[in-house]
């Protein structure tokens, strides 16, 4: 974290640009820095040469102090944008239509409400401590949210995204048969034994064989050989199984040197299961360990961030925003608090609601930006958080944390990374869209058949209580993130521009799709461009 002396510590700015770089190249990235004040202009590049300075609080230009900027929407881009702003001396208030701070950064607990767009309400049973991630759960390492935590004092904790205990489970459809392996719960462990041990097997035969003597010298295929041997676990040049897979009778103590679980399937069986095609999620960029949350649910980021801006002070919520009027000097929000409707008056505006939702609301924003508005669409997905009577996953299975994937319509059951060794526990029955047009008691009564066939009875034997979030119901989200048919064209592109005085901001406007650092990103680069109008401006 690189600071200024007598200034306050904050997200590396020196960072910050490094990621501009990364997605614009140098052309935005020295825009950006300009924009900053953090170089000179090129007619003043030499004379002002090595004096790079972070921005600091109240850098706003005095002919522009007092620089009002309402920014619609208290969710992570929101809220990050009334954060740098308010750093630099603008006056910044967010209006926010619901209860509380996060948007889709929400974390449920007990007491928690939700009322969909079918108009109904459920309310959290949940024992107090016990929550999940509804929306965003894991952060990353190389993602700027953790430079956030870091800043604002968020403490985090690791967030088990793969665990060797975890299973694999796939039901045979109408059009797929899984083979022997079809409906059988195999640990993570197993499967990826098996497969890396009969994929090394086959590539020593090729070598052995001479079937890559066009690819490799005869020095390649010796060590391609004592790779294989290393990485499947070979005897011989064959798999046969080993303690990879674990044990049927653990290593003990005296004369008890354990069972090695096993034989292995065939290689066929393990090639029909398919569960190989599972393991390049663990590989992906944003996906690969380590992963981390926020010590007490995901919505701590947002409450620290509020309370950086400034809270109830500059927050209001339970304020659906109504109308959006570009004006002569500035821009007029109207939202309706408390059965009226009111308004606030602002030089610029912030507009993070989602296009789906914002597209209804009435303004006057140009042809082309309402046209832009209506091309992106809610995802369909939705999660549901189960609290179990106790933490069976860890006394009978030893999983404590960690996935299991499944091609049902669950899609994936995820054990909770927090609150070990208690008695109760909440893990994500499931996190799909398969769910979302089914009433709130028939996602339960679905979910915990489903979840039946990989656990046993034990799943309705120690049922609890749920609670499901459905995002393409949520009212002012309506879709668990933004998708752009198409890819991001020409309305993507329109919609990073400002429209008169207003600007847009949101995940959908990086490509950090779904995840909060598309949110931080898109609200910096705002932040860059907003500041550089007024400083030109005022200049």
Known sequence: ME??????????????????????????????????????????????????????????????????????????????????????GYDCHVIEARSKPGGRALTIRRGDKLTDTDGVTQVCKFDEGHYYNAGPSRIPSHHLTIDYCRELGVAIEPMVNANAQGYYFHENTPTVNYGPLASTAVTHRQAKADVYGYISELLASAVDQGALDDRLTGTDGQRLIELVNSLGGLTGGRYTGNNRRGYSVTPGAGNEPGTVAGPPPGLSDILQSQFGTRFATEFGFDQAMMMWQPVGGMDQISAALASAVGGRRRITYDAPVTQIDNTSTGVRVSYRSNGRIRTLDADYCVVTIPPMVLRNLTTNFSAETKNALTVPTGANSGRMGIQFKRRFWEEDLDIYGGVTHTNMDVSGIYYPSYGYFQKKG?????????????????????????????????????????????????????????????????????????????????????????????????????????????????A
């Open 426 to 538: 909440v893990l994500v029955g499931y996190y799909s869209g398969s769910y979302t047009n089914l009433s709130v008691a028939e996602r339960e009564t679905r979910a915990l058949a489903q979840g039946a066939k990989i656990h046993g009875d034990v799943y309705h034997q120690e049922f609890d209580n749920s609670f499901s979030v459905a995002w393409p119901k949520e009212p002012y989200s309506l879709g668990a993130w933004v998708s752009w048919p198409g890819g991001r064209g020409a309305a993507y592109q329109h919609l990073l521009q400002a429209d008169g005085n207003t600007y847009f901001a949101g995940d959908h406007l990086s490509y950090y799709t779904a995840w909060q650092t598309g949110a931080f990103l898109s609200a910096r680069k705002v932040v860059s461009d907003l500041h550089a109008r007024v400083a030109a401006t005022a």
């Open 3 to 88: 600071t200024t002396a007598g200034t306050p510590e904050g997200v590396s700015r020196r960072g910050f640009l490094t990621r501009v770089g990364a997605v614009g190249g140098a052309t935005a990235l020295y825009g950006t820095m300009e924009a900053l004040g953090l170089i000179a202009s090129p007619a003043h590049a030499a004379e002002e040469a090595g004096d790079f300075q972070e921005l600091r609080p109240n850098d706003l230009p005095a002919a522009a102090n007092g620089t009002k900027v309402a920014i619609l929407g208290a969710g992570t881009a929101g809220l990050a944008v009334a954060y740098e702003l308010g750093k630099a």
